[in-house]
């Protein structure tokens, strides 16, 4: 692991702390700090994930981050220059775009290194959202998720290629272990799910927020497709927070009614164990509408020796080798989807087996928490030196 200089303290601000990529990592990063001999701090109104945080010794420094008020945006800037201060914060980091202008705002005011983690392929049909979105590429340099996201960072900011760094998502092997996913862990969530103890059909898990870019409207159309053709032998969990999207959690639930899926499709909630929750399915679906910069939720359930159908777009072009590790469907297309459903329910068990370890092998050849956190350290310490 890079060496960290003597008192080093880094400063990650991000919106909250319930669940996501950005924030998985956020608390990956924190661990990481920790581990090497610093301190770590997260600004962020905090959440569920802040347990998490406190037990790796890192530090919750709770203050209306998520806030897009520029009245609200700029108290969080005085709040984060008196920690920059207070603290002796030696580099700030911003994954998030409204709290990162006041983190852009409070490092200058303090003269910290400032850099930024582009986590997403953020929408800009205005010019005012460009620069809205052009906060992410202001710092002393530019990470971003995966490739995919590093060319649309240049191609749209038009950032010079040499201050942007990729760097994937990493993915906890320590966590997520099938050596350490036990079958009581796996009965515990059939159980909470009301699942039958012997279930012949295939199940298919779609981790992830209940949101509408996540493409499960698409899988129901494809669900009802199959049922209509005669196929019932699948169940498609759901699993996943709506985070206050009660309107479409329930347009969900009214489609799975209309079309009699009661039996095939279910919204089961947040899941705090989905290592145990992809060991229990059979495959994982990522059909997400816009392109994933990443798409965490492919990773992972290959580091559980899962297939994975994802859209043919984005980041899963990237992370799902198809024909050996998974497949890649025309996105928002619920025939093409059907098709692929299908296609994996009848796939023999020695050929998904084979998929699975092909999988978990790329996982953890290319996608580990451990050089994430490497490369991340390691652009601290390119940025550090600079300044010096």
Same mark, same amino acid.
């Given at each position: 692991?890079?060496? !960290?200089p003597?008192?080093?303290? +880094? +400063?990650?601000?991000?919106?909250?702390?319930?669940?996501?990529?950005?924030?998985?990592?956020a608390l990956?990063i924190?661990?990481?700090? /920790?581990?090497?001999?610093?301190?770590?701090? /997260?600004?962020?109104?905090?959440?569920?994930? %802040?347990?998490? !945080?406190?037990?790796?010794?890192?530090?919750?420094?709770?203050?209306?981050?998520?806030?897009?008020?520029?009245?609200?945006?700029?108290?969080?800037?005085?709040?984060?220059?008196?920690?920059?201060?207070? @603290?002796?914060?030696?580099l700030?980091?911003?994954r998030?775009?409204?709290?990162?202008?006041?983190?852009?705002?409070?490092?200058h005011? %303090?003269?910290?290194?400032f850099?930024?983690?582009?986590?997403?392929? $953020?929408?800009?049909?205005?010019?005012?959202?460009?620069?809205?979105?052009?906060?992410?590429?202001?710092g002393?340099?530019?990470?971003?998720?995966?490739?995919?996201?590093?060319?649309?960072?240049?191609?749209?900011?038009?950032?010079?290629?040499?201050?942007?760094?990729?760097?994937?998502?990493?993915?906890?092997?320590?966590?997520?272990?099938?050596?350490?996913?036990?079958?009581?862990r796996?009965?515990?969530?059939?159980?909470?799910?009301?699942?039958?103890?012997?279930?012949?059909?295939?199940?298919?898990?779609?981790?992830?927020?209940?949101?509408?870019?996540?493409?499960?409207?698409?899988?129901?159309?494809?669900?009802?497709?199959?049922?209509?053709?005669?196929?019932?032998?699948?169940?498609?969990?759901?699993?996943?927070d709506?985070?206050?999207?009660?309107?479409?959690?329930?347009? +969900?639930?009214?489609?799975?009614a209309?079309?009699?899926?009661?039996?095939?499709?279910?919204?089961v909630?947040?899941? *705090?164990? &989905?290592?145990?929750?992809?060991?229990l399915?059979?495959?994982?679906?990522?059909?997400?509408?816009?392109?994933?910069?990443?798409?965490?939720?492919? /990773?992972?359930?290959?580091?559980?020796?899962?297939?994975?159908l994802?859209?043919?777009?984005?980041?899963?072009?990237?992370?799902?080798?198809?024909?050996? %590790?998974?497949?890649?469907?025309?996105?928002?297309?619920? @025939?093409?989807?059907?098709?692929?459903?299908?296609?994996?329910?009848?796939?023999?068990?020695?050929?998904?087996? %084979?998929m699975?370890?092909?999988?978990?092998?790329?996982?953890?050849r290319? $996608?580990?928490? *451990?050089? &994430?956190? @490497?490369a991340? !350290?390691?652009?601290?310490?390119?940025?550090?030196?600079?300044?010096?």
């Amino acid at each position: 692991m890079t060496p !960290l200089p003597p008192d080093f303290a +880094l +400063l990650q601000v991000v919106p909250e702390l319930e669940t996501g990529g950005a924030e998985q990592t956020a608390l990956d990063i924190a661990q990481a700090v /920790v581990k090497a001999g610093g301190r770590a701090f /997260v600004a962020s109104k905090g959440g569920r994930m %802040t347990t998490r !945080l406190e037990a790796d010794g890192g530090r919750l420094a709770q203050m209306p981050a998520q806030s897009k008020n520029p009245l609200v945006m700029l108290g969080n800037t005085a709040r984060l220059i008196d920690l920059i201060r207070r @603290e002796k914060i030696t580099l700030v980091h911003a994954r998030s775009r409204a709290p990162a202008f006041s983190a852009l705002w409070a490092a200058h005011a %303090t003269k910290v290194p400032f850099v930024a983690t582009y986590h997403g392929i $953020y929408n800009a049909k205005s010019g005012l959202k460009r620069w809205y979105n052009a906060v992410m590429t202001r710092g002393d340099l530019v990470i971003a998720n995966s490739d995919y996201t590093r060319e649309h960072v240049i191609a749209e900011h038009g950032v010079d290629p040499a201050r942007i760094v990729a760097i994937p998502r990493g993915v906890d092997f320590t966590r997520f272990d099938i050596r350490k996913v036990t079958a009581a862990r796996v009965q515990a969530l059939r159980d909470l799910w009301s699942l039958p103890k012997k279930d012949a059909r295939t199940i298919f898990v779609l981790g992830g927020r209940i949101t509408r870019l996540k493409g499960h409207a698409t899988i129901i159309e494809a669900a009802a497709r199959l049922k209509s053709e005669g196929r019932e032998d699948f169940l498609i969990l759901f699993v996943g927070d709506d985070q206050g999207r009660v309107e479409y959690r329930q347009e +969900l639930e009214d489609a799975i009614a209309a079309a009699g899926l009661g039996a095939q499709v279910r919204l089961v909630g947040h899941c *705090d164990d &989905m290592p145990a929750a992809y060991r229990l399915g059979d495959f994982a679906l990522l059909p997400s509408t816009q392109p994933e910069s990443f798409g965490r939720a492919a /990773v992972e359930p290959q580091a559980m020796a899962r297939p994975v159908l994802v859209s043919d777009h984005g980041g899963g072009r990237e992370t799902v080798v198809e024909g050996e %590790t998974g497949w890649r469907l025309p996105p928002g297309e619920s @025939e093409a989807w059907a098709r692929g459903l299908a296609r994996a329910m009848d796939t023999d068990v020695v050929a998904r087996r %084979t998929m699975g370890e092909a999988g978990l092998a790329r996982a953890r050849r290319l $996608y580990s928490v *451990d050089a &994430m956190c @490497e490369a991340t !350290l390691a652009v601290y310490a390119r940025i550090l030196e600079g300044r010096a």
